[in-house]
């Protein structure tokens, strides 16, 4: 298991009736059924995954978010989200809303200019205002301080930005990366109508691309993709 582990939402395509379709007018698929999945950040290799069904909350004392990752992270906590996570020594970054618990309450009266920012440090948690295109707010339990850094890609934008922000997109690439590659190799066949269907095959590919991943981590030597068709 790698070190960077990812949690985010998924859009499986479906323009069907169904109580629990979502609407997300800045994704590509822009209706369907929404994942949450936890994914390995540099391979999008799956661990778990929650349909969501008009309910995100197992504890109603939890927000939604707080609901969610609390239950896909049983399978990977004691190896490595905010408090209630680090008892179980497991490091979280995220991107957050300025109202969010634990965030201090003057941030979002704070103006800065563009690369400023501002910070707090309790109870192992860092708290971080940053500006850039727009206010970044972000947590984390993993960084004591914003330890300003030049990007990958230092030759062509110099600009710096807090190590923990940076660590935070390149982690979250493990649920783009996943979605990139069941978009390049879908099971499903355009003819089903029934969500049924779809989510059964969905999670064909989720599974198919995994065993391709183990495959890959396996093998160290020359691989060879195989396309499949299924009649």
């Known amino acids: 298991m790698q070190e960077d582990i990812a949690t985010d939402e998924s859009l499986m395509n479906y323009k ?59 399978s990977i906590l ?16 995220g991107i957050v809303r300025s ?27 860092l708290a971080l205002k940053w500006e850039d295109k727009r206010d970044v707010y972000i947590l984390s339990s993993k960084h004591k301080t914003a330890e300003m850094i030049e990007p990958d890609k ?19 690439i493990g649920i783009d990366r996943q979605d990139q590659m069941l978009a390049c190799f879908p099971v499903m066949r355009k003819c089903m109508k029934g969500y049924h269907q779809k989510v059964f095959f969905y999670l064909f590919d989720i599974a198919l691309f995994n065993s391709y991943i183990l495959f890959n981590k396996i ?5 060879i993709m195989l396309n499949i068709e299924l009649k």
């Open 16 to 74: 069907g009736h169904l109580s629990y379709k979502q609407f997300n007018p800045l994704e590509g698929t822009r209706f369907g059924i929404k994942f949450y999945k936890l994914c390995e950040s540099k391979s999008g290799y799956c661990y778990d995954f929650k349909i969501y069904i008009g309910n995100d909350k197992i504890n109603s004392s939890d927000s939604a978010s707080k609901s969610v990752i609390k239950e896909l992270s049983q």
């Open 99 to 125: 109202n969010r618990n634990n965030m201090p309450k003057d941030f979002s009266k704070v103006k800065l200019k563009k690369g400023e920012y501002r910070m707090r440090n309790c109870n192992g948690i």
């Open 219 to 223: 093998n160290t030597g020359n691989i």
């Open 78 to 93: 004691h190896k490595g989200l905010f408090k209630s996570l680090i008892n179980s020594k497991t490091n979280v970054v």
């Open 154 to 172: 230092s030759r062509f934008n110099c600009t710096l930005k807090p190590k923990c922000v940076i660590e935070h997109n390149k982690g979250m």
